[in-house]
């Protein structure tokens, strides 16, 4: 079964840090740029950041910049996102996606995880 799971989630005070994980079962990341995305109640969901096949090319949302850090590590099949310095609207459920640069670029991608809850709450 082909899937991205995503992991690492949970409620953090403001100011706190987070590692969410992306891992890849019944598939290879290292082909595929993959992209961190997250929708809050009542919001429309968003890109937060996408990392390209080889890790050498970064994007990140400008509310984001500067706190967030996207990687990869194709050997373990999965990909990081570093949350520091986080906002109460930071809180969402983020997911992973997996495609090309541009579909991932645009806000698709050939295959999504089923999300991880981030709550930055004191």
């Known amino acids: 079964q082909l899937q991205l799971v995503e992991s690492g989630g949970g409620l953090v005070q403001p100011g706190g840090s987070l590692r969410l994980s992306c891992a890849a079962s019944?598939?290879?990341?290292?082909?595929?740029?993959i992209g961190w995305f997250r929708q809050a109640p009542g919001k429309e969901r968003e890109g937060v950041s996408c990392?390209?096949?080889?890790?050498?090319?970064?994007n990140y949302a400008d509310s984001v910049k500067g706190r967030f850090t996207i990687s990869r590590d194709n050997a373990k099949n999965t990909v990081y996102l570093q949350m520091n310095s986080l906002k109460p609207e930071d809180t969402a459920i983020y997911y992973c996606?997996?495609?090309?640069?541009?579909?991932?670029?645009?806000?698709?991608?050939?295959?999504w995880g089923q999300g991880t809850q981030v709550t930055v709450s004191s």
């Open positions: 996606a997996a495609g090309t640069w541009k579909a991932v670029v645009a806000g698709t991608g050939d295959y």
């Open positions: 019944g598939f290879t990341l290292d082909y595929y740029t």
């Open positions: 990392i390209s096949t080889s890790g050498g090319i970064t």
